[in-house]
């Protein structure tokens, strides 16, 4: 049995979309808040060794700062989390650079910041304008200033070579990182947007659109194969009824509760989907008039059997089918369109069965 609570205001909320896509960088802020803090733990112990304790003491409070900005994500304040991040690596840049020197490689961290910058969908767009032309200045700022000057501390030329290296290396690693993230991200949106394309929001099983795809293809095997397909084709009784009487959200629900139970009731070979409105196309690859037969009044007991309460009462669901089996010489609009008839015929005969459809003509299946 299924429950259907009276229909309630709802309560407004974002989409999901920028939802998700929130998500995706606040557990890209988290993994660069781990990764930094490890690095900079990294670069404490080396400059202690190499006795710049100035930098050492800087290393202590970046990995501090790092600590808050995964607590700040971890929390969804992604905003302060992201500025937070930015001026910690464009400052410990310069910090770095103007002590031990522009050979060290601490000055690529901040072109880093740049594409990340582009990519953050902040609001105004001048405003991201505003944080690309800050960090490209202070960037040749820097190079102009300290490309040639003396730094405050004199490493060991090994010292700075091996920070310079490992700088480089690991501008490097981030770029792949976060080129192979926003590869991830875009191929996650792409998937996204064709299940939108091809899936009912309200039913989640296939759409007009995605069915007939599916009906191309199956055509194909069934020339290869000499096979037989069949068209279920199955439409909800009295569906404005309980519309008017008992609202639109209790329809719906009434149409996601059959949805289940057709989706249940068939192989996974097979092709579900909703028509339109209250009616839905079943395609059912390598069967026959019989086995669709078989199929339909196996599914029509069930969607009897379905009680779906409302309130304080259950209403009684059931659905009337027309099958039709392709003949190799028709198309499949001619077979759809058959099954149509056949449920026709089945609406004017009281509804609540299964009726098989004659041959009729060629109409055109509509996209």
């Known amino acids: 049995m299924v429950e259907i609570p009276r229909a309630s205001p709802i309560p407004a909320s974002r989409s999901s979309e ?62 302060l989390c992201w500025l937070v991040t930015a001026v910690e690596v464009v400052a410990h840049a310069i910090l770095a650079v103007w002590v031990i020197g522009w050979a060290s490689g601490f000055h690529f961290y901040i072109l880093l910041v740049i594409p990340v910058a582009v990519i953050t969908d902040f609001r105004p767009l001048a405003l991201k304008v505003l944080v690309v032309s800050a960090l490209t200045a202070i960037y040749l700022g820097m190079d102009m200033l300290l490309l040639r000057g003396d730094p405050l501390v004199a490493l060991p030329n090994t010292v700075l070579d091996g920070l310079h290296y490992f700088n480089v290396l690991g501008t490097v690693l981030i770029l792949i990182f976060l080129a192979g993230y926003y590869h991830y991200l875009m191929s996650k949106a792409e998937a996204n947007l064709r299940a939108m394309a091809t899936t009912d929001p309200l039913t989640q099983l296939r759409n007009r659109r995605a069915v007939i795809e599916a009906i191309r293809d199956e055509e194909l095997r069934m020339q290869r194969a000499q096979t037989q397909m069949s068209f279920v084709l199955c439409d909800l009784d009295h569906f404005k009824l309980v519309n008017d009487t008992y609202g639109h959200d209790a329809g719906d629900e009434v149409l996601k509760a059959v949805s289940r139970v057709l989706s249940d009731g068939v192989r996974e070979v097979d092709h579900l989907a909703r028509w339109g409105g209250e009616e839905f196309l079943l395609v059912l690859p390598g069967a026959g008039t019989q086995e669709a037969q078989m199929v339909a009044e196996r599914l029509r007991q069930r969607i009897e059997a379905l009680r779906v309460k409302v309130g304080h009462e259950e209403l009684h669901i059931s659905m009337t089918f027309g099958v039709s089996a392709r003949h190799p010489d028709e198309t499949s609009e001619s077979t759809i369109s058959r099954a149509d008839q056949a449920l026709y015929e089945g609406k004017h005969a009281g509804r609540n069965r299964v009726v098989l459809g004659a041959q009729a003509s060629t109409p055109v299946l509509q996209g």
């Open 18 to 79: 920028p939802v998700q896509a929130s998500d995706a960088l606040r557990l890209l802020l988290k993994g660069t808040a781990m990764v930094a803090g490890l690095t900079h733990i990294a670069f404490l112990t080396l400059f202690h060794w190499a006795g710049v304790e100035a930098m050492a003491i800087i290393n202590v409070g970046s990995v501090l700062c790092y600590v808050w900005t995964f607590w700040l994500a971890h929390t969804g304040r992604i905003g």
